[in-house]
């Protein structure tokens, strides 16, 4: 596949988009700040998040950083320069960690599947972000870590992705340690699906994307929605939950067209 070309930034513009095919390619664009997640970049990923959602011609998203890096995390400057306020900054922590939970909850939350294509490091709440997204392609010198512990801020939101992403102890490991974990071994444990040469790291994700959007629409949303719901459930209520999930979908037009034409050993032609 042809590299992707990505359209030039306007000035002060956080967040690029481009459509390719029904893929959409969401670029964090602060490359001067390691793409730190800014209260107007956040602003900026949440919006186009949610009316990517509602756009049809859209079936996946992809989301990458300009620059040498996906995202640092939370913009400590930011942030820092709110001590100065009467609540010593209280108020804006507030509003800027709800923000955030917000936006990840966004891409959880999306109909359309949600791809990470990670250049770089991807840090605290930037590596929150990788585990946010529905899959994850790591270029080879891609790096990971929650190291918020080395500077007395534990990371305590990205804690709530990352545990949901590898198991308990890998996710202390990195909580507790604050080291950087290579993409080899984020592979391993859960957090990305696959490794590529970081020239590559764009296109595989919008590779994926395109496989996805070959897939029927409806079914799609119906086992996203699914698959989060069921996890926080227990293993009974989960099982009643995706039966009835199933029937309902059963139900469905897409599954009636698919099922017919397995049996009839034809290609599906899938609602428009």
Not at 46 to 66: H, K, M, Q, S
Not at 123 to 130: D, E, H, M
Request: charged fraction near 25%; proline fraction near 4%.
């Amino acid at each position: 596949m042809a590299k992707i070309a990505t359209k030039p930034a306007l000035k002060d513009e956080v967040l690029l988009r481009q459509d390719i095919g029904r893929v959409a390619l969401l670029t964090l664009n602060r490359p001067e700040a390691r793409n730190s997640l800014s209260e107007g970049l956040m602003a900026a990923l949440y919006g186009a998040v949610t009316e990517i959602g509602g756009a049809d011609a859209i079936r996946a998203i992809v989301i990458t950083g300009a620059g040498s890096a996906f995202s640092s995390g939370h913009d400590l400057k930011e942030l820092t320069a709110h001590r100065g306020d009467a609540d010593k900054g209280r108020s804006f922590f507030a509003t800027t960690m709800t923000a955030c939970s917000e936006m990840m909850l966004a891409i959880v939350r999306s109909p359309k599947p949600v791809i990470a294509a990670v250049n770089g490091i991807a840090t605290a709440a930037g590596c929150q972000l990788v585990a946010s997204c529905d899959l994850a392609v790591a270029a080879t010198d891609a790096r990971f870590a929650t190291p918020g512990v080395n500077i007395g801020l534990f990371c305590s939101t990205p804690m709530v992705a990352l545990s949901r992403n590898v198991s308990r102890k890998a996710a202390l490991e990195m909580l507790l340690l604050g080291e950087m974990v290579s993409a080899e071994d984020a592979k391993s444990l859960g957090l990305v699906n696959r490794v590529v040469a970081g020239d590559r790291v764009v296109n595989e994700a919008v590779e994926f994307g395109r496989q996805i959007a070959t897939k029927p629409k409806r079914t799609l949303k119906i086992g996203k929605e699914a698959f989060y719901r069921q996890l926080d459930m227990p293993l009974d209520d989960a099982y009643a939950y995706a039966s009835a999930v199933m029937v309902e979908n059963m139900l469905d037009a897409e599954a009636e067209e698919g099922i017919g034409a397995f049996i009839d050993k034809r290609q599906p032609r899938w609602p428009r």
